[in-house]
């Protein structure tokens, strides 16, 4: 649910999702796509003790 709502609000997944939506892919395989890159994100920010930002880039 979490990644469903990071597709939706941050700028520079939003841009990821549309990217791989207007190569054809079916949504499923996207928002697993956009998972994995969330869950990178998530571990880089652990791993440097950041804050999440909105307008992170991808």
Not at 9 to 38: D, E, N, P, T, W
Request: aromatic letters at 6%.
């Amino acid at each position: 649910m979490a990644t469903i709502v990071v597709t939706r609000h941050s700028l520079a997944m939003i841009a990821f999702y549309a990217h791989h939506k207007s190569q054809g892919k079916a949504s499923q395989v996207v928002i697993v796509a956009c998972l994995r890159k969330f869950i990178t994100m998530l571990n880089l920010l652990i791993k440097t003790n950041q804050l999440w930002q909105n307008k992170m880039s991808v």
